[in-house]
């Protein structure tokens, strides 16, 4: 399969622990999303990364949250000190960005976080 | 980003057209209308875009209208299997965010 992987499929972890998160974009695609969604809501934004440069960052990504794609290809997302209202599940999606292409992107299936 | 209003919740019979509405009043030339689906449980699925014209892919139809304040995506046979969240997005040709709305909940009723 060479869709978006992502590991691990569920997490629960305590509050105040760190969890961390991989991502595996299709191998060809320059750009990485994260978005973080929660019941009954649409994934929310959270930041992307154009290679390996992080070039946005939402409000909602509290100084808890570290992401990083140290070579372009895989990316990690770090949650430390977890809160229980950091349960949610965790999507990641990639896209080709080029001029003149559809440039959607292609999620991967989640993690899903439970912060007891 | 323009602001997307859909209908929170629709139900279609299987096998008839499943016609999604989407408000877009305040979208701006260099924005495209994106439709991405989340079925339960699942990560969202691109379906189709478009611009000014017409779309049509394997899977749905995007109809425009000519101001481009509203669009409506079409699934010409709706299956059990099309039960799912529906988002209608306005995305800008330069960059890619996707701010996803709440979407229609699509029932396909047997």
């Known amino acids: 399969d060479t869709g978006v992987s992502q590991d691990p499929r569920h997490k629960i972890t305590k509050r105040g622990q760190n969890v961390t998160f991989r991502c595996d974009p299709i191998?060809?695609?320059?750009?990485l999303y994260w978005y973080r969604q929660t019941l009954g809501q649409g994934p929310e934004f959270l930041t992307y990364?154009?290679?390996?440069?992080?070039?946005?960052k939402s409000r909602l990504l509290s100084d808890r949250f570290s992401a990083e794609r140290p070579k372009g290809s895989f990316s990690t997302l770090e949650i430390q000190r977890t809160e229980q209202g950091d349960s949610a599940m965790y999507l990641c999606?990639?896209?080709?960005?080029?001029?003149?292409?559809?440039?959607?992107?292609?999620f991967g299936p989640g993690t899903r976080l439970t912060v007891l | 980003d323009a602001k997307t209003t859909q209908p929170p919740s629709m139900d279609c019979a299987e096998g008839r057209a499943a016609n999604l509405p989407c408000n877009h009043s305040?979208?701006?030339?260099?924005?495209?209308v994106y439709w991405y689906r989340q079925i339960h449980s699942q990560g969202p699925q691109y379906i189709i875009h478009?611009?000014?014209n017409n779309e049509t892919n394997e899977m749905a139809s995007l109809i425009i209208t000519e101001d481009r304040k509203s669009s409506t995506l079409i699934l010409p046979h709706a299956t059990l299997r099309d039960t799912a969240v529906y988002y209608c997005?306005?995305?800008?040709?330069?960059?890619?965010?996707?701010?996803f709305g709440p979407g229609t909940s699509l029932s396909v009723i047997p």
């Open positions: 999606a990639s896209s080709l960005a080029l001029a003149g292409t559809s440039n959607e992107q292609f």
């Open positions: 191998s060809e695609h320059n750009r």
């Open positions: 990364f154009q290679n390996e440069a992080q070039l946005e």
């Open positions: 305040t979208i701006s030339g260099n924005e495209y």
């Open positions: 478009g611009l000014k």
């Open positions: 997005i306005g995305v800008k040709t330069s960059y890619d965010k996707v701010i």
